[in-house]
């Protein structure tokens, strides 16, 4: 990255904090919405990833409207790879396909690349049973609340992550999405996270493990004005690259989201034949936020599981073994980011 974009301060703000792993027991997180138990992050990665983070975080806000603060690492590169592997190991994904309506035409989108989503908007919380609960009154929710999804409860081998997160960074989070690129061929196109259902001005916290790749950003186009040109604008900011390594951790707050657009885009060669996982945490403040994660990071096709002999995400469940995830969605659109605008 370069030294010109790069505006270097340590950030006074930023805390380390221990979380009590009393509650980390050895079973396994449980829901009646999660397809298999997922398996507690073993001591040698939580006992460290509580030490986190690694790195000062470096803010970078130079060019308008930008507001970064960028851990290089945050979780230590001793236990990135063990928590890339286990996590890939023990989540269970989806490749959502979903349709888009522009006007007259339809088109079918296959997500290009592995998700899966837990947690629920600022209205609920979980009961320590599992059951959703209103989050005013503390009683059970009308069962159709939510009606196009079940909302699953972070497991404990990442809400250990979020509540760290949540301390150094001084925000909540209430949803924790996870992102899988098995190649450089899985990617995300440009889009930003501002829909309504975030609030005015979210912040995003976003980790990396894995292959290295390049998270890219550019500014929204922008109307002219009476005083300023489009180009003028469009001159004001440049494009932004930032290498994300093993246990990177890009916290995008302030005006980023509105102004900005970030990507991760299809990439050959360097580290992109190895998969890659990203983290993000985010706070929805409304039911619509919930639907709308759910039905573009889980969506009604098949659970994957990643198989540790065939190197590859597999189809879990009956259908097991019938046909191997790896093989690329050949109509991958890049347009993959339908989260309407709620
Ligand atoms: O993989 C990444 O680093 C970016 C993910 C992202 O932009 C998203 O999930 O909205």
């Not at 929710?141 to 699953?152: E, G, H, L």
């Not at 005015?200 to 004005?225: C, E, N, Q, W, Y």
């Not at 992109?272 to 945490?281: A, E, L, P, Q, V």
Request: proline share 7%.
């Amino acid at each position: 990255m370069s030294k010109r974009t790069l505006d270097t301060f340590f950030n006074p703000t930023q805390k380390k904090v221990r979380i009590s792993l009393t509650e980390s027991k050895d079973a396994p997180s449980k829901h009646t919405t999660y397809p298999f138990a997922i398996a507690q992050l073993p001591p040698e990665i939580s006992d460290l990833l509580n030490f986190a983070p690694e790195a000062e975080g470096k803010i970078i806000n130079d060019q308008p409207d930008l507001d970064l603060l960028y851990f290089q690492p945050y979780i230590p590169g001793s236990i990135s790879t063990p928590l890339f592997e286990f996590l890939r190991g023990e989540l269970f994904f989806y490749r959502v396909k979903y349709k888009i309506k522009r006007g007259p035409v339809e088109t079918d989108i296959n997500t290009p690349r592995f998700t899966t989503v837990f947690g629920v908007d600022e209205t609920c919380k979980f009961s320590s049973d599992g059951s959703l609960l209103d989050a005013a009154t503390q009683k059970p929710i009308p069962k159709d609340k939510y009606k196009t999804c079940k909302p699953r409860p972070i497991p404990f081998c990442l809400d250990l992550l979020r509540k760290l997160t949540e301390a150094a960074t001084d925000q909540k989070y209430n949803f924790c999405l996870v992102n899988y690129y098995a190649t450089g061929d899985d990617s995300i196109s440009y889009h930003s996270d501002d829909e309504r259902f975030l609030g005015v001005d979210p912040a995003i916290a976003s980790f990396s493990l894995g292959a290295k790749r390049d998270f890219l950003m550019k500014h929204k186009p922008t109307p002219p004005s009476d005083t300023k040109s489009a180009a003028a604008i469009a001159s004001e900011t440049k494009p932004l690259k930032l290498p994300l390594g093993s246990g990177d951790m890009v916290l995008m707050r302030g005006s980023t989201q509105s102004k900005w657009l970030h990507s991760i885009p299809k990439r050959k060669g360097g580290e992109s034949g190895n998969g890659r996982i990203n983290i993000t945490f985010r706070r929805a403040m409304v039911v619509g936020g919930t639907e709308n994660y759910y039905r573009y990071n889980v969506g009604d096709g098949d659970v994957m599981k990643w198989d540790g002999k065939a190197k590859k995400m597999v189809i879990w469940g009956e259908k097991k073994g019938e046909v191997g995830a790896g093989k690329e969605d050949v109509k991958a659109e890049d347009v993959d980011k339908g989260y309407a605008a709620l």
